[in-house]
């Protein structure tokens, strides 16, 4: 076999191994999502490419086989074609013997090199750029070397099944899409400058509603403005012009005795039409709404259903024990969607980031805002508390004490001012590494641990 036969043998095996190696590289990566929309644009391919990767074993085995078997023939081709060659050219420089010994190693080491290069690196990183074109390009010739090879196909796959069975792995690829991958791509979109640090932010906010209760983004108690039924005229007109609000609650003789709510924009009606306002008796007609009661344990996803049920956008979060802990609104749940987007000073007033790195936050801070706010995984004994504040009650054990303070995961969280039991502002700090406790323990105070 003369030189140049030999090399062109080379080229073709060189050329088979890479159409192997790009045809398993390019279906293993490619999306579903992808070819679905590919395919429900009409491309054919497509969706030959989806039911390949339903049942991949043929098509991987005879990716294998084929990769295997060139990668021999081009070893047993490239040194009986190059050997001589570049033996008979080292004569001249070493005896026959070294001559042959060091031409078979750079005949080893050029093919070897070449068939790296150019049916292995190459091709793959080809078939990673754009997955889903090459795969509907390649699957109907590989779909043609099954059919052909079907009974060493049979012979393999069948072996790699009884494989599978021994283990106890999986034998299909589970397509199913999670929060984590979806996650996972709007930050890789972010990073890649395609989504904007709001709008990720605005993803990840949308799954948070299935794990976030009301009581993350309603008014507490303490702060709700509500009217009583024997206020005054001029009671009602001083507290709207003082707490303007969009809705207002009116109780019975105490807060615990929900009778209803009133719109600020009935109120306002009734001032312009020279109509006195009155919550009882009469000239009230017409001014209390029935309010939705909803437990404080719920969603805000079950929130936002229950809303739409009831065709409100106001409601009142009690207790177990039948008692008033907060309100909210449809407004407090789409601005806990929507974030900095709609509501850029929310987060400055609670979250407050210092020149030193430390953060001053609002004791009624919702905890998944302060874990991401300090970038940190999780805390303790979650579930059993929604705020900053509970998270401190929780491991204190106790209503925490101006300078209280608790350590855990290299953070230290300092009770820094409280008004009447209420945890108004506390001071996190990221600690030095030296000082964290070891093994990531709490400390409360200067005690080692809960």
Known sequence: MGLSTSLFLIALLIATSAFFSIAEISLAAARRLRLQQMADEGEARAQRVLDVQEQPGNYFTVAQVGLNAVAILGGIVGEGALTPYIAQGLTHVMDVEAAQTTGFLLSFLVVTSLFILFADLFPKRLGMTQPELVAIRVVAPMLWWTALLKPVVWVFNSLANVLFKIFGLPAKRDDRVTYDDILALTEAGTQSGLLLAQEQQVIANVFELDIRTVESAMTSRERIVYFLLDDPEEQIRARIVAEPHSTYLVCDEHIDQVVGYVDAADLFQRVLKGESIRLKGEGSEGLLHKPLMVPDRITLSEMLTQFRQA?????????????????????????????????????????????????????????????????????????????????????????????????????????????????????????????????????????PGL
């Open 311 to 447: 065709h409100e956008d106001f409601a009142v979060i009690v207790n177990e024990y039948s008692l008033v802990v907060g309100v909210i609104t449809l407004n407090d749940v789409m601005s806990t969607v929507m974030g900095s987007l709609v509501g850029p000073h929310s987060d400055e007033e609670q979250i407050v980031r210092r020149d030193d790195g430390s953060w001053l936050i609002d004791g009624v801070t919702p905890i998944v805002d302060v874990l991401r706010a300090i970038e940190l995984d999780e805390l303790p004994h979650q579930g059993q508390y929604d705020t900053l504040a509970g998270f401190l009650m929780v491991m204190l054990r106790r209503i925490p004490r101006r300078t209280d303070s608790v350590t855990w995961g290299g953070y230290k969280f300092e009770v820094m001012d409280v008004d009447s039991y209420r945890i108004d502002q506390v001071m996190v700090t990221r600690l030095a590494a030296a000082a964290t406790v070891a093994g990531g323990k709490p400390a409360v105070g200067e005690r």
